[in-house]
């Protein structure tokens, strides 16, 4: 699955590095020389161009791309690449980096995009989550519990699909928040059942992750 990141940046390079490093096809296209050569050494495939240009995007095979994240440092551009990407290319799923506050009303799908954030770590969860059934992806931390707001998408083999949610042995120090299903959000009650395809959002200590990861049968 190809991910293309536009912006070589600082917040580009981390989240191409995350992904690099989970088993993702990236690439990234930047038009600083400098930034470009530092994504290269992150294992990315590069492209050096000007990412509202289309030559460029299409050097970067967006017609073949799962996910567009616009990550530049600025927010014009980043609205561009997302409008292109969508419009154009029809990419499934495009993230934007919001830079300055003022300008997050602009980011939804009038402009292309599916989800717009501020941080990177955010933008990896959201490109983890959208590739990963069966993977525990982490979106964010609270630090003062010491757990986590943990992601799943339920995989057809695990062994608590067709299971009612009361009936379901979680590990202690975890707590089923939420069931997205159909673009809805259901509040779990012990008689809903659990489907194939369920996004299931979990707040979980870290010491229960791996008891949490077994449950769910992730791999």
């Avoid at 609205?79 to 154009?88: F, H, I, N, W």
């Avoid at 501020?118 to 990963?132: D, F, G, H, I, R």
Wanted: proline share 5%; glycine share 6%; hydrophobic share 45%.
């Amino acid at each position: 699955m190809l991910i293309v990141i536009a912006g070589a940046g600082n917040v580009g390079r981390a989240i191409a590095r995350d992904l690099i490093k989970n088993g993702h096809e990236v690439t990234v296209i930047d038009d600083d020389p400098s930034a470009i050569a530092s994504a290269k050494k992150s294992g990315a495939k590069t492209v050096f161009a000007d990412a509202c240009e289309p030559d460029a995007l299409d050097e970067a095979n967006l017609s073949k791309a799962q996910i567009v994240v616009a990550a530049t440092g600025d927010d014009k551009v980043n609205l561009v690449v997302s409008l292109l990407a969508k419009t154009e290319y029809g990419v499934p799923r495009v993230v934007g980096r919001v830079n300055h506050p003022k300008n997050e009303w602009l980011f939804d799908d009038a402009w292309g995009v599916d989800f717009a954030v501020s941080t990177p770590q955010m933008m990896t969860a959201l490109v983890e989550e959208a590739v990963s059934v069966g993977e525990l992806v982490r979106l964010f931390s609270l630090r003062q519990s010491g757990s986590d707001l943990l992601e799943v998408t339920l995989p057809s083999d695990s062994p608590v699909v067709g299971k009612r949610v009361g009936d379901v042995e979680w590990p202690i120090d975890t707590s089923l928040v939420a069931i997205l299903r159909d673009k809805r959000v259901i509040s779990p009650h012990p008689d809903d059942p659990l489907e194939a395809g369920d996004e299931l959002l979990v707040v979980a200590t870290t010491a229960q992750q791996p008891l949490l990861k077994e449950l769910l049968c992730c791999k």
